[in-house]
């Protein structure tokens, strides 16, 4: 039997039934076609499939989309507002943070999500966050460098405020 | 010419897409009625298949159908290029019908119309099996029976024996004959992206196109047409968006072939999306060789011969490269030093295990790992700076080509100069100094050192299974942008980029100008891929000749219109110029299209193609130093420093060569201490999951010091030689010799990879019986 269910992402709300068993992350992908979001391992080891889930970097692929009833998600495609990308994307950029870009936009996730909490991380505290994340290119180094150019691009947005 | 991008940092012309999630990897193509295909895979490590029940499967919601190994007899075999004298060849299929040989081979394939119908069928298949005795033992495996394939009645797929000089005259002639067994552990390579097919078939057109998550779309598309028994023009390979591949996707899988063959059986698209524990089970593995070094020595350091005994495994059966792999490492056996007699001898072994092949570095990490460590048991043997050792055996930089007893012949190098400045760069005498502090206060600090070469830009096609050359298209367009097509599909090396640059300093245009196209065999002219670190070498060249080529024809067309004297045409900055009289290439390049005024005998438009065809490898090189500490109460390693000194010739964008660096030290890293494949006795695979199998996180890696030493290859004109397995070849027996000279007090001379905990933690507490 199907369940209905309300979700708000990246702005915008969706009705629809779902089996119970739809994990959200082949709700995001297979109904609503936001397939930035990736499948990476399915047992919530490996990060690709991070989004937001009210607030909270959460992995996709271990919720299912029944449990997101009324909730606001933001996935990847979210994060660039009208056609501005988010300091933490800038940072993937401009520090080489990306080779496959495979799970990048769950890094991205998680490493928005470190920098609401901590604007000004140490480089262990970078690693700390993304530890949940699985990269196989980078050897994260470049994705350390990615989030602190982001953490001091959003400190210098916030003094220019 | 001046260069505004070959050799400066330019950010990545592919990454805005991908930031922002909006590449398309083979999952995210979505076709209207697709269906989903599910595999049931074996269960056991060998077994015989006495049934497969479907009938439930058959009946189950959505199912649409279901084949096992009867229904696909025309679908040819798996495909393996390489062939070595007297190799057994077992034939592989590409769904087991009477006896499954490795877990996860697949023995049914089920189409639904929703993926987690088909995975519920799937579930519903009923296999009788009839376990046999695994063969999961190298060592065992070459001794005899149980056999992985009973017709051959022996495991052994085949013997090799290569090297040049003297080797029993050597060691007759040495002071002493070192001895160590090595084992290069089997690992997984684990792109982040698994293996994934999609498959649609237009009975009309008769055109199959297959999108595949794969390094060599070309090589592909040649052997599923085989496999298919069609015409390999009616076939389509796409390689959209490829999530990593670290050769796990140079090769030619089953599922390729099926997902095509099972399209055209339905006339609807299918899609199969490998799981993680499936691309554990059934993509291919790496390394996997137990070997005995032994090597011969004079007391002041010289080394005079090297012999290396090892068992290859290979799995089950072969992939597209799998016996091919201990080749390389028998090449590479001579590092970066002069050793007059080297000797390999290859046993190499059926297992009950997925097959192994080429993982980043493929065969070399394997020799530089055994040839680096070897450097350190000679030092640790005479009492002598492992530094020392080194730079003792090094060729000089002007004895470059320098020829080798595995018969290579070494492009060109300065060992020298890159060891020199990673000591500089670690202050190597400083740091021994603080090693001994270190040790007086009872801490376990070890420093590792290894100045690697290894051989890259495969390569010369007489060395290759399958042509080692790269081709490229070039054009310009009748409103100015520039095409570039290359063969040499990237999977995360950003090639969209670094050949951009390459087109933008050649042509003078801007890089937004520039559109680099890949992996559509229907679009880009016949190519090899990206493997080998191969693409800039030769693929890179291939775009660079192909520009000089459409210049020269544009230089001439410029002349014409400009009413000039060719030889008085000069090129710059975009624009053709003679005497007072000037012309953008752009508007070369329209008048070449519009073809209203050309040179008599010039073809119109503006396009070139070349195919480079390299006459040697190259061989990158590097010194990289580490410094580790064991917790004496834990057994847990921490990096303090790592510093890495790598010389890959002409750098095209230092940005992307850093990126190739740091990446593949960590994948180094995950052999030296965390990963291993690992198969019980029953051939059942205990390391299935990322839970088990463990990859390095941001927490466990230390930040790089990397630098560059420059020395052009001269066997390609952009003088470049290759860096995509440089990190992994170079940093693993650095790593791995660290922590034994943080052991070395304990009386360590090796260990086997991983070093995990545990195993330095029952050392340290006098708590286990250590190999020594």
Not at chain 1, 33 to 39: A, P, R, S
Not at chain 2, 337 to 362: E, L
Not at chain 2, 657 to 674: K, N, P, R, S, T
Not at chain 2, 684 to 691: D, E
Request: charge should be negative.
């Amino acid at each position: 039997m199907k369940v209905p269910i309300q979700v708000t992402v990246n702005g915008k709300t969706h009705a629809h039934e779902v089996e119970p068993r739809v994990l959200l992350v082949h709700y995001l992908r297979d109904v609503l076609n936001l397939t930035g979001t990736h499948i990476g391992c399915e047992t919530s080891l490996c990060g690709a499939c991070t989004v937001m889930l009210d607030g909270q970097a959460v992995k996709s692929c271990t919720v299912l989309a029944a449990q997101a009833n009324g909730a606001h998600i933001t996935t990847i495609e979210g994060f660039a507002v009208n056609g501005r990308l988010h300091p933490v994307q800038e940072g993937f950029w401009e520090r080489h943070g990306l080779q496959c870009g495979y799970c990048t936009p769950g890094m991205i996730v998680a490493s928005a999500q470190l920098l609401e909490r901590n604007p000004d991380p140490t480089e262990a505290e970078i690693r700390m966050a993304i530890e949940g994340n699985l990269c196989r290119c980078t050897g994260y180094q470049h994705i350390v460098e990615a989030v602190q150019y982001a953490a001091r691009r959003m400190k210098g947005a916030a003094a220019a405020d | 010419m001046a260069t505004k991008y070959v050799g400066n940092r330019v950010k990545r012309t592919e990454d805005p897409r991908l930031i922002q999630g909006l590449g398309h990897y083979v999952d995210d193509i979505k076709l209207p009625d697709t269906l989903h295909v599910a595999f049931v895979r074996s269960i056991y490590g060998h077994a015989r298949i006495t049934g497969v029940d479907a009938s439930a499967a058959a009946k189950a919601p959505g199912v649409v159908a279901v084949y096992t190994g009867k229904d696909i007899g025309k679908i040819g075999g798996v495909p393996c290029a390489s062939d070595l004298p007297e190799m057994k060849k077992p034939e592989f299929l590409v769904l087991a019908s009477n006896k499954a040989l490795f877990v996860g081979h697949a023995i049914a394939a089920v189409v639904a119309t929703d993926r987690y119908l088909a995975k519920d069928a799937a579930d519903m298949i009923q296999v009788d099996y009839e376990e046999l005795p695994a063969v999961t033992e190298e060592v065992k495996a070459a001794a005899g029976a149980p056999y992985v394939h009973e017709q051959f009645g022996t495991n052994i797929a085949y013997k090799l024996t290569a090297g040049e000089g003297d080797i029993a005259a050597a060691f007759r002639s040495s002071d002493k004959v070192i001895k160590q067994r090595i084992l290069n552990q089997r690992l997984a390579p684990i792109a982040m992206e698994p293996r994934g097919v999609l498959a649609r078939y237009y009975p009309g057109e008769q055109e199959l196109t297959l999108w595949s998550s794969t390094q060599i779309p070309h090589l592909m598309r040649t052997q599923v047409a085989l496999m298919l028994g069609m015409p390999e023009n009616r076939l389509r390979v796409i390689t959209p968006e490829v999530g990593g591949g670290f050769g796990s996707k140079l090769n030619v899988y089953a599922e390729e072939a099926l997902l095509g063959w099972i399209s055209m059986q339905l006339g609807q698209p299918v899609k199969w999306i490998e799981s993680r524990r499936e691309n554990f089970q059934s993509t291919i593995h790496g390394r996997a060789q137990l070997g005995d070094l032994e090597i011969g020595i004079r007391k002041d350091g010289t080394v005079t011969g090297l012999r290396y005994n090892v068992f290859a495994d290979m799995g089950a059966y072969y992939q597209l490269l799998t016996p091919a792999i201990p080749t390389l490492t028998g090449l590479m056996l001579s590092g970066s030093y002069k050793i007059p007699a080297i000797q390999i001898n290859v046993t190499a072994v059926f297992t009950n295990k997925m097959s192994t092949d080429a993982y980043r570095g493929a065969g070399r990490p394997e020799a530089t790992y055994v040839v680096e460590r070897a450097m350190d048991l000679v030092a640790a043997e005479l009492g002598m700076d492992p530094v020392e050792v080194r730079r003792k055996n090094f060729p000089a930089p002007n004895e470059f080509p320098f020829k080798t007893a595995t018969g290579l012949f070494y492009d060109s190098g300065d060992y020298v100069l890159a060891l020199e400045k990673a000591l500089k760069n670690a202050d190597y005498k400083k740091l021994g100094e603080e090693q001994k502090k270190a040790r007086a206060a009872g801490r376990l600090v070890g420093i590792g050192v290894s100045t690697y070469v290894e051989i890259c830009a495969l390569g010369p096609s007489a060395a290759l299974p399958a042509g080692g050359w790269e081709s490229a298209t070039v054009r310009i367009e009748p409103t100015g942008t520039v095409t570039v097509l290359t063969g040499a599909s990237p999977h995360g090396q950003g090639q969209e980029t670094s050949f951009a640059q390459i087109a933008g300093d050649e042509l003078g245009v801007s890089i937004e100008a520039v559109t680099v196209i890949h992996g559509d065999t229907s679009i880009v002219q016949y190519g090899i891929g990206t493997f080998g670190s191969r693409a800039t070498a030769v693929g890179g060249t291939a775009v660079f000749v192909a520009l000089q080529r459409l210049k020269e024809k544009a230089s001439k067309l410029a002349a014409h219109l400009m009413g000039v004297d060719p030889a008085t045409v000069k090129f710059a900055d975009g624009r053709f110029t003679s005497g007072a009289k000037s012309m953008a290439i752009q508007e070369v390049a329209l008048h070449a299209h519009l073809a209203k005024s050309l040179p008599e005998g010039m073809e119109p438009g503006l396009s070139a193609t070349y195919f480079f065809e390299p006459k040697n490898f190259t061989f990158p090189f590097g010194t990289h130093i580490c410094i580790a500490e064991v917790d004496k109460d834990t057994g847990e390693i921490t990096l303090q420093r790592y510093i890495a000194v790598d010389d890959c010739g002409r750098v095209i964008n230092p940005l992307l060569v850093d990126g190739q660096v740091q990446g593949g030290i960590v994948q180094a890293l995950g052999q030296a201490f965390y990963e291993h494949v690992v198969y019980d006795e029953n051939g059942q695979l205990l390391t299935g999951t990322l839970m088990d199998y463990a990859l390095p996180r941001a927490t466990n890696c230390p930040w790089m010091e990397l630098d560059r030493t420059e020395t052009p290859s001269p066997v390609n004109p952009l003088g470049v030689k290759g860096v995509g397995e440089a990190g992994t070849i170079g940093a693993t027996p650095c790593l791995v010799n660290a922590v034994i000279d943080a052991l070395a007090p304990l009386g360590v001379r090796h260990l086997d990879m991983p070093l995990k905990p545990e195993t330095l933690w029952r050392i340290i507490s006098g708590n286990s019986a250590r190999s020594a």
